[in-house]
């Protein structure tokens, strides 16, 4: 298990890496440059977070379980706010119905203020990973990705999907939090009762951590030569 863990932590490396070579290559496309820098820093909190496994494992640093750095949920809990955020405001830029922006504007404000008040005003932020910002966050997300994918279809971006690397981003995290919400709402009544439960969590995160970062990291690289053809363009080749 540790092994995969270290497994995935590669693949957002590498997953960041794609994508700013991705960026790179088409400079124009900051969304998608403000996407990579985000996997990286997503990369480096990981990282971060292997300290408590470090400590677990090390016999020398074992006088670190009764400080500060033997959880992480300080670390997670922020980060979990702030990933979200990033992945709504980076489907959101694809849509241009006026009504639908400004809904998931109030709704990602309204968001933030929740999640903050509840790390505050309840004892989540060092105890456990807060199932409140996850849970409202992955259902305000697969809203937003909805609307995306319903702006396509009424756009003649549906005429050039193959070439639009957000649809790609989009259909491997959607099925991430489509999978993985459940467990966060079921977590905490299982994980002190069946660790078969918890072990089919861990298998199932492992999987679709893997399964995400890597077709992160195949799109970027896929798309990164590849131009864009204009609809004037596809409607000339008939």
Not at 11 to 35: H, N
Not at 76 to 99: A, D, E, G, H, W
């Amino acid at each position: 298990m540790e092994n995969s863990i270290f497994l995935v932590i590669l693949l957002e490396g590498f997953a960041a890496i794609s994508g700013l070579y991705y960026y790179q290559k088409k400079p124009t496309d900051k969304a998608v440059g403000f996407f990579a820098y985000f996997l990286l820093f997503t990369f480096f909190v990981e990282t971060i977070g292997l300290i408590p496994a470090i400590i677990y494992y090390n016999e020398p640093l074992h006088f670190l379980k009764n400080t500060f750095w033997y959880q992480n949920y300080w670390l997670y809990n922020p980060y979990l706010i702030i990933s979200f955020t990033v992945y709504i405001l980076f489907f959101k830029r694809n849509i241009s119905n006026r009504k639908v922006d400004e809904f998931i504007n109030k709704g990602l404000g309204l968001y933030i203020i929740i999640c903050i008040a509840n790390l505050i005003f309840s004892d989540v932020f060092l105890k456990s990973n807060s199932a409140v910002t996850y849970i409202l966050g992955s259902f305000l997300l697969v809203g937003v990705i909805f609307c995306y994918y319903f702006e396509i279809l009424l756009s003649p971006k549906i005429l050039n999907i193959k070439r639009e690397i957000s649809f790609f981003i989009s259909f491997p995290a959607l099925l991430y939090f489509l999978c993985t919400t459940p467990i966060m709402i079921f977590y905490k009544y299982f994980t002190t009762q069946s660790p078969e439960f918890v072990e089919l969590t861990n298998i199932i995160m492992i999987g679709m951590n893997i399964f995400m970062y890597s077709s992160y990291s195949i799109a970027f690289l896929w798309l990164a030569n590849k131009r864009k053809t204009s609809p004037k363009n596809i409607e000339n080749a008939f």
